[in-house]
C-alpha cells in the first residue's frame, strides 16, 4: 500500500528566500510524481511532472527532484515571493489499480511580504 | 480551452437525496478521474476511467457510481446521500493513465 508523506505540514518564510519542500513515498514502484499547487478553495494546478527515468525537472523558478531508490522528492522554489502562498501537494502515480494517483497531505507555505 | 470543467459548483443535499455530478474536458484525453478532499484526509481517488467505455473502483468507491458519457464526459453519481459525503469533488483528466493530470475547480458538496 503506497503512502506518501509530506514535511513539513507548514512553512512560514520571508520574501525572496529560497525553500525546499519534502515528500516521501514507501513504494517505489511508480510511474511519475506530480507536483502540484492548491490555493484556498480552489482546484489543483499542476506545477511539474517527473517521469520515474527522470531525477529533476525545472519550470521557472521551480525545480523538482525525484530519487525513486529512495522514495524521496524535494521542490525547491527559488526566491519565493508572497504570490508564491498556497498548498503544495506531491502525488505519485502507480498506473492502473485502485491508487492510480496517492496524494500527500501537503505543505502550506506562507511567503511573508 | 476551457480545461476541465465541473457543474455545480456548491451543492447542499438532505440526507437521502441523490444527485449527479457533472465533468467535461475539451483536451481530448482519454483517462478521467473523480477525488474527494477531506481534511486530514488529503485528496482520494474515487473511480477513474482509463479509456472511453471502461471504469474502475479507486480507493473509496461506496456510495457512489460513475457513468463515462463520452469520450469529454464523466459523471459521478450519489444515489442516497449521507452526511460522511460531505466533502469537496474533484474531477481530472489526463491524456493516459499514467501522464500528467489536469484538475477541475472542484464541487463543493454538503449533506445535511
Known amino acids: 500500500k503506497q503512502e506518501v508523506t509530506q514535511i513539513p505540514a507548514a512553512l512560514s518564510v520571508p520574501e525572496g528566500e529560497n525553500l525546499v519542500l519534502n515528500c516521501s513515498f514507501t513504494?517505489?514502484?511508480?510511474?511519475?510524481l506530480q507536483w502540484f499547487r492548491q490555493d484556498p478553495g480552489k482546484g489543483l494546478t499542476s506545477l511539474l511532472l517527473?517521469?520515474?527515468?527522470?531525477r529533476e525537472q525545472t519550470s521557472g523558478r521551480l525545480n523538482a527532484s525525484l530519487d525513486k531508490s529512495s522514495g524521496r522528492s524535494t521542490l525547491y522554489i527559488a526566491a519565493s515571493q508572497p504570490g508564491d502562498s498556497a498548498t503544495y501537494l506531491c502525488?505519485?502515480?502507480?498506473?492502473?489499480?485502485?491508487?492510480?494517483?496517492?496524494f500527500g497531505s501537503g505543505t502550506r507555505l506562507q511567503v511573508q511580504p | 480551452n476551457a480545461g476541465v470543467t465541473q457543474t455545480p459548483k456548491f451543492q447542499v443535499l438532505k440526507t437521502g437525496q441523490s444527485m449527479t455530478l457533472q465533468c467535461a474536458q475539451d483536451?481530448?484525453?482519454?483517462?478521467m478521474y473523480w477525488y474527494r478532499q477531506d481534511p486530514g484526509m488529503g485528496l482520494r481517488l474515487i473511480y477513474y476511467s482509463a479509456s472511453e467505455g471502461t471504469t474502475d473502483k479507486g480507493e473509496v468507491p461506496n456510495g457512489y457510481n460513475v457513468s463515462r458519457l463520452n469520450k469529454r464526459e464523466f459523471s459521478l453519481r450519489l444515489e442516497s446521500a449521507a452526511p460522511s459525503q460531505t466533502s469537496v469533488y474533484f474531477c481530472a483528466s489526463s491524456e493516459l493513465i499514467y501522464n500528467e493530470q489536469f484538475f477541475g475547480p472542484g464541487t463543493r458538496l454538503t449533506v445535511l
Open positions: 513504494d517505489s514502484a511508480i510511474y511519475n
Open positions: 517527473i517521469q520515474s527515468s527522470q
Open positions: 483536451m481530448n484525453h482519454n483517462s
Open positions: 502525488a505519485v502515480n502507480a498506473g492502473t489499480g485502485r491508487r492510480a494517483l496517492t
